[in-house]
């Protein structure tokens, strides 16, 4: 079993595909990096990960949480926090094929998405930046990260950096702790 907060779940959500011929993509995946639950969301065009504080148990098997699930969780997190206020953190507890949902632990039984995640973590880089003087992506892609971000943080304007490696590597956007986001470049 482990714990993450909503925000993390709606943030990453963002990026998910919303294209069905390529399903797995369809939701946010669940797995570990470096001991700590880790969630992904990508379309192919964007990527968006966070790491969050909480320890993955050893006998996590990672998995892939549809977007149509999200958004009955979100909105039963929605009913938890009218019916409990903003004094008491909202919370999701996971075991396999169960989400219990805030204070009330009120259960949500799902199937994970049956398919293989692509290896994300491939496209997001990590070499040095090199100055550049001119480089094209998708404006709405920084929306989504600004967007996600804000989520994450809890703030209404969360800053984002961005690193661009060179004119043709993927762009990485980063804000608060945990968060990091990938858009692939245009060539202008």
């Known amino acids: ?22 399903y797995y993509l369809c939701g946010v995946y669940f797995h570990a990096i470096d001991g700590k639950i880790a969630l992904a969301g990508t379309d192919g065009y964007s990527i968006i ?3 969050t504080g909480a320890d993955a148990p050893e006998e996590l098997e990672p998995f892939i949480l549809g977007t149509d699930d999200i958004k009955i969780i979100l909105s039963m997190v929605k009913m938890e926090c009218k019916t409990h206020g903003n004094v008491v953190p909202i ?3 996971f075991q396999k094929g169960i989400v219990k949902i805030g204070p009330s632990l009120k259960e949500y039984r799902f199937t994970p998405i049956d398919g293989t995640y692509p290896d994300y973590q491939q496209v997001i880089p990590s070499a040095e930046p090199a100055p550049i003087t001119e480089i094209g992506f998708n404006g709405n892609l920084f929306g989504v990260m600004q967007k996600a971000a804000n989520l994450h943080s809890d703030s209404k304007n969360s800053g ?6 060179d004119k043709t590597s993927p762009i990485r956007v980063y804000s608060s702790k945990g968060f990091t986001g990938v858009v692939m470049p245009y060539r202008i």
Do not use: G, N, W
Not at 2 to 13: G, N, R, S, Y
Not at 160 to 165: C, M, Q, S, W
């Open 49 to 51: 990960q966070i790491v």
């Open 160 to 165: 984002l950096r961005a690193v661009f490696i």
């Open 1 to 22: 079993m482990f714990t993450i907060e909503p925000k993390d779940l709606a943030a990453t959500v963002l990026a998910a595909s919303k294209e069905e011929t390529r």
């Open 91 to 93: 919370e999701l507890q």
